[in-house]
């Protein structure tokens, strides 16, 4: 029998899981994730042996903690940090209300929690000064606060350093001096601060380089929290941008945890490009880097090396893997499944219902796809390079206003629908809307020459299959054989890369359900299941 360690392959978090902070609570561990527009905001994931993952909650799931109408895409949440102290889980978030342009609106705040999965509190507002906030409790008692600084003066670069400042809990508030502790290496774009103490030293961790293909995670430290903070002897902890043929590009981002058996793992944002070509179809996705303390007092990989591995030794717990999530939902459940997520509003009642029809989801059409307010969208993420998602629509229109069907999305610039709809001359139709990365005008194509009839009435299968960076859709109606409707679409457009480039998108590609209703009649479409599989 072999010896040789267990391996973690990389991600750990597959599909869009970004700006991953790291929680050991006793024997289990959390990730917490960034949600951007999605909502309930945060993704919080449990593990017992780093190597197995389940979703387990997202914390932010009303209006007095999250409103997110109006933000734009790949705003909303940014880079959630959660610790656990006095009892306590706090987790830190920001709502980024506008990123285009000179000026960030980001505004940070702090809810708590006795357990994991709530109740979570409202929040407190702690500042807006800059984005990727942190909370360092420190062994003296004391609370810090930590995030990026924006600067939107012309001609000065706009990441202005780390700002410190401590918080009081008990007033509910930031109080005292505001200090910038660190302004970065030359690398730039220096952000998400993360602060440790360890052998009286306090280590600051940041994210450098941008979230693209220059992404780094680099460390200081200092005998002081107030710094002066030293650069460590490498700057970086990791980084892809000196290895382009490193299957794992877009390391950095990170923090780090240490096992109850005195191993320390370091967490990171990653993406995984097709090969021969840059853009990664999962958008940002978290991995894991087994590291070491050297005799010098620094933080490096166990490798050795600056390059993330692909697949990792596992620490020495014992292994606790999960039961495997159902490829399908039928919908015949009182709260919507985990998988699934909407877009920026708290007032879900106003978009979707289980109850309504039972054993269905009802989606009530809202404004017009790419809406910024209220959109009928209810999806999951992607989370293989190929998979293909079915679902049954019932959807009777009467204007060409009301669409419903299956999409692939990432955002309003980014989609392929396969829709029902109303056609005058033809009735209830099928169609394709499609918009292939068009920024900014965001122009919709139509790439049928002439919409389907559908029968008068009853329920239309639609597929979506993506394999090979290929999207094609199909469709079925009385139970007949599936047919194919529309061209070959070229999947990688759903990116992070497509359409504004690596520092304009920083979500994910999404497969889920979708209804529109630009009449203002909020004309509902009924699911009767979703099925997303992988093994193809």
Not at 75 to 91: E, H, I, K, M, R
Not at 214 to 238: C, F, I, K
Not at 400 to 414: C, P, S, V
Request: net charge negative; aromatic share 12%; charged share 20%.
């Amino acid at each position: 029998m072999s010896n040789a360690p267990q391996k973690i392959v990389n991600p750990i978090l597959p599909g869009f899981n970004p700006d991953p902070s790291i929680c050991r609570v006793g024997d289990d561990y959390y990730i917490a994730t960034s949600t951007f527009e999605w909502y309930p905001g945060v993704q919080i994931h449990h593990s017992r042996d780093l190597k197995h993952w389940r979703l387990l909650t997202r914390p932010l799931t009303r209006s007095e903690q999250l409103d997110m109408r109006g933000d734009p895409d790949s705003c909303g949440v940014w880079a959630p940090c959660l610790t656990y102290s006095d009892g306590l889980f706090w987790l830190v978030y920001t709502d980024v209300k506008r990123k285009d342009g000179a000026f960030k609106d980001a505004h940070n705040y702090i809810v708590t929690a006795p357990a994991i999965d709530g109740p979570w509190s409202d929040p407190v507002y702690a500042n807006s000064s800059g984005f990727d906030p942190s909370l360092f409790h420190d062994d003296d008692g004391r609370k810090w606060f930590v995030n990026m600084i924006w600067d939107y003066r012309v001609g000065i670069h706009p990441f202005a350093g780390i700002a410190l400042q401590e918080f009081d809990p008990a007033a509910g508030r930031l109080t005292g001096p505001i200090k910038n502790i660190f302004r970065g290496t030359s690398l730039g774009l220096t952000e998400a601060p993360h602060l440790y103490k360890r052998d009286g030293w306090y280590y600051l961790l940041t994210a450098e380089g941008g979230t693209g293909y220059d992404h780094a995670a680099t460390l200081a430290r200092s005998r002081r929290l107030g710094g002066p903070y030293e650069l460590h002897p490498d700057a970086h902890v990791v980084t892809s941008r000196f290895f382009p043929d490193n299957p794992v590009q877009r390391a950095g981002h990170a923090d780090f945890v240490e096992t109850q058996t005195g191993e320390t793992y370091l967490v990171h944002l990653m993406g995984r490009p097709r090969a021969g070509q840059n853009r990664c179809q999962m958008g940002r996705e978290t991995g894991i880097q087994k590291c070491v303390w050297g005799e010098d007092g620094w933080l490096r990989l166990a490798s050795g090396a600056l390059e993330p591995e692909a697949e990792v030794d596992a620490p020495d717990l014992p292994p606790h893997p999960f039961p495997e999530e159902p490829a399908r939902h039928d919908f015949d459940v009182k709260d919507l499944p985990l998988d699934f997520q909407w877009l920026r509003s708290p007032y879900s009642e106003r978009l979707f219902s289980l109850s309504q029809r039972p054993g269905h989801l009802r989606l009530y059409g809202r404004e017009y796809l790419g809406s910024f307010f209220e959109q009928a969208l209810v999806a999951r993420r992607q989370t293989h390079y190929d998979y293909q998602a079915e679902t049954l629509v019932d959807f009777q229109p009467d204007s060409l206003q009301q669409t419903a069907g299956l999409i692939a999305y990432y955002g309003r610039y980014q989609f392929f629908y396969l829709a029902i709809t109303f056609d005058e001359m033809r009735g209830r139709v099928l169609t394709v809307l499609a918009c292939p990365g068009d920024y900014p005008s965001a122009a919709l194509i139509a790439p049928l020459e002439a919409p389907v009839r559908l029968p008068e009435s009853g329920p239309v299968a639609m597929k979506v299959v993506v394999k090979d960076m290929a999207l094609r859709f199909l469709y079925r109606v009385d139970g007949e054989d599936w047919q194919r409707i529309g061209p070959t679409f070229d999947a990688t457009i759903l990116s992070d890369e497509a359409g504004l480039g690596p520092h304009g998108n920083f979500t994910g590609a999404f497969v889920g359900m979708h209804a529109m209703d630009g009449s203002g009649r909020a004309f509902p479409a009924d699911f009767d299941y979703f099925e997303y599989q992988n093994d193809l």
